[in-house]
Structure formats: structure tokens, C-alpha cells
């Protein structure tokens, strides 16, 4: 098969783990960056051009679209749906899952475990927005944040009423959590492909801090998820619609708790902790949907 892959580099080690695993399946794959495509829409004959060539007889595209090119990562993903080429994220998937907010809202419908969370339009009851999660310690995310980033642990109630006043001064817009103490700083990550979870890793922040997002220093190590966690992570990924997904999560005391799922989770951490080649599975199942 002719594969296409969205990625800004082809040096990324999950592009790389990408290219690998197709090539070894004997498939013809080539990494282009979105942004230097060039999108021509006309009647019935949508066409998109890559450095001046037209990209045609393509079976499949894997989109790596970052947060920082959302806006025009998913208009690229959707000319390639309106051209009937297969893609392992769609493109309503991807602008969904890029609203944390929104994202929250579908997960919540499907009756999935969730950290108590509240959104306000920059409201001046702070004290209310506190109390709605179980007052201090409590966590403030950037709406837009990624890999740990805009991401607050406030460890009292002061503290996180300057953070948030802070915040709505800028018109930053925030989610306020629930701290989920008996997670003890560390998280979950369940890869999903196809509707199936083919790795886990427990991810645990480094001394000091509370973010276990490995790009923040944290370590991962293999994991087997009970049934709950496994089923929870499977119904996030189908609630949102993502055909290969990482589903963060906590233990808590009430069962598993979704945290985000993510549309282009990163190879490197899942394959190194579980020693699975999750780049050969994600290529499995573009053969069996092409």
C-alpha cells in the first residue's frame, strides 16, 4: 500500500517507528509535513499537492498533528477524507479531542470516571469554583496545554485563587480539578488501537514534582490493567470516536479516572516499558481498514 504520514519530521522517533514497521511490511511510506501541503478544492475533485507534487493513488494517511498546527493539521486530514483515503484519525476526532472541554463533556455523557472538574467564563466567584472540586490541593490546566505544560498544582486555597485570578487577568482559559491524592503521582497510559488495548505503562512523576508526563522527567514501567481500567480506557477511545488512542487515567478510590485521550500519543515511552512493537500493530490494522 501507498501510506502517507503527518508528521513536521521525519527524525521523530514515532514517525521513525512508523516508517520502520511499514517498510517491513513491505508497504511504500512517505513522511510530508501538513503545513507544506497545499489543499485545491473544486467540484467534486478535491486534490492536494505536496512541495508543488500532486499526491495521488494513496491507500492511507497516519496523522502526527501537534497542538501548535490543529487549525490546519486537521483541514489537511479532512481534503485526504473527502479524497476517500483512509486515515487512523479522523479529522471530527482530532478537532474534538483538541477541546479538552469538550472532550470532558462526551466522557462524562458516556458515563465514564472523571476527576470533578469546573469551568467557568472567567468567573468572580473563585471561591465557588474552589469549592466545587473539594477545595485546595486542586489542579488548574491550560484549556490549550500539552505534555504537562500550563498545568498547576495549587496547595491551598489562596494559592489557587491568586493562580486563577492570574490567569482570567491574561483571559487564559482554564479548567479547574479535583487533586486525586491516591494516585500519589503517578498516572496511567493505555494504548488503544482498534478498538483493543495493546499496551500500558504506569507512568510516575520524578521526586518533587506532580506531573508524570515522561517529557517532564517521569519514568514508565509495564503495567496489566484490571478489567475496569481496560474497559474504561477501550470506551473512551470509542466514545471519541479515535481508532489509536493513549487514554491517561488515575487509580483512585472510586475506580478509574479519565484524565485525557490523546489522538497522537507518543511511541517511544509504550514501546520501551512493554517492549511491544505498537508501530507494527497500528500498521496491522491499516491493512485490515484500507
Known amino acids: 500500500m501507498n501510506i502517507k504520514i503527518l508528521s513536521r519530521s521525519a527524525n521523530l522517533y514515532s514517525t521513525d517507528a512508523l516508517v520502520q514497521a511499514a517498510v517491513k511490511r513491505r508497504h511504500n511510506v512517505q513522511v510530508i509535513d501538513p503545513l507544506s501541503c497545499d489543499i485545491v478544492i473544486e467540484k467534486q475533485k478535491p486534490e492536494i499537492y505536496y ?15 501537534g497542538s501548535s498546527i490543529t487549525f490546519y493539521g486537521t483541514a489537511v486530514v479532512r481534503q485526504f477524507e473527502m479524497m ?15 477541546d479538552k472541554l469538550r472532550s470532558l463533556q462526551i466522557l462524562s455523557k458516556a458515563g465514564l470516571g472523571l476527576p470533578k472538574t469546573v469551568f467557568t467564563n472567567y468567573s468572580k466567584d473563585i471561591a465557588g469554583v474552589i469549592s466545587h472540586v473539594g477545595g485546595a490541593p486542586l489542579i488548574i490546566k491550560l484549556l490549550e496545554g500539552t505534555q504537562g505544560l500550563g498545568v498547576v498544582l495549587a496547595d491551598t486555597n489562596n494559592a489557587a485563587e491568586s493562580v ?24 496511567i497510559r493505555a494504548f488503544v488501537v482498534d478498538g483493543e488495548v495493546v499496551g500500558a505503562m504506569k507512568r510516575q512523576a520524578k521526586e518533587g ?3 508524570s508526563n515522561l517529557h517532564r522527567g517521569g519514568t514508565a514501567t509495564i503495567i496489566q490493567l484490571t478489567d475496569e481500567e481496560e474497559k474504561a480506557a ?27 485521550v490523546n489522538t497522537s500519543p507518543g511511541l517511544e515511552g509504550i514501546q520501551r516499558a512493554t517492549g511491544k512493537d505498537i508501530a507494527k500493530t497500528i500498521i496491522k490494522y491499516i491493512e485490515r481498514s484500507a
Open 84 to 98: 476517500n483515503v483512509f486515515t487512523t484519525l479522523k479529522s471530527q476526532a482530532l478537532v474534538q479531542c483538541r
Open 51 to 65: 512541495r508543488g507534487k500532486k499526491l495521488d493513488h494513496v491507500d492511507a494517511v497516519i496523522p502526527r498533528i
Open 164 to 187: 486563577i485570578e492570574a490567569f482570567n487577568g491574561l483571559q487564559a482559559r482554564v479548567i479547574v480539578q479535583e487533586f486525586i491524592k491516591e494516585a500519589k503521582g503517578a498516572d
Open 234 to 260: 477501550i470506551m473512551a477511545a470509542k466514545s471519541l470516536k479515535i481508532a489509536v488512542a493513549g487514554v491517561d487515567m488515575l487509580q483512585s478510590e472510586r475506580g478509574p479516572l479519565i484524565l485525557e
Open 209 to 211: 514534582e506532580f506531573r
